[in-house]
């Protein structure tokens, strides 16, 4: 079968309830600025990847596979992919 | 007017053509583990902000401001803003 090309965008994130300093830091940043309503700030990673495969769900589980192996660290983080874009 | 609270995520990219070190390092990083099909990889952050604002539109047009202000380098980074979703 021939391979397409998709893009696929990952999102990582914090995992609820653990501590996010960056997050924090934003917050009192944005708060120094002016900006007084905000009221919170989570920083994670939105990572864009385009691969070639079958089809789009192949391509997902791809991705999925790549975040369980190296981009998501499983004991912090938490992440989303969402669906494959044909290039 | 009474605030609502509001969550909006941002995508902050590097700018198309600037070099992306973070994501040539984590594409040789998946070929090494066997994810041969992965053409490229780009690494930007995926920052979510809670903020109150009288509405929505006000709530986005407070986000893009913090954008341009202190969340995204102007020169190097391009920013994109999801639609605000009621807490």
Request: aromatic share 4%; glycine share 6%.
């Amino acid at each position: 079968m021939k391979n397409r090309a998709y893009r696929i965008a990952v999102h990582i994130v914090p995992r609820a309830g653990l501590l996010d300093p960056q997050g924090n830091t934003i917050t009192g940043a944005l708060h120094s600025l002016g900006f007084k309503h905000v009221r919170s700030v989570h920083v994670g990673r939105h990572i864009v990847i385009e691969t070639e495969a079958p089809d789009a769900l192949q391509a997902e589980a791809s991705v999925q596979q790549m975040c369980e192996k190296l981009l998501a660290n499983p004991v912090t983080e938490d992440f989303e992919i969402t669906s494959a874009v044909p290039l």
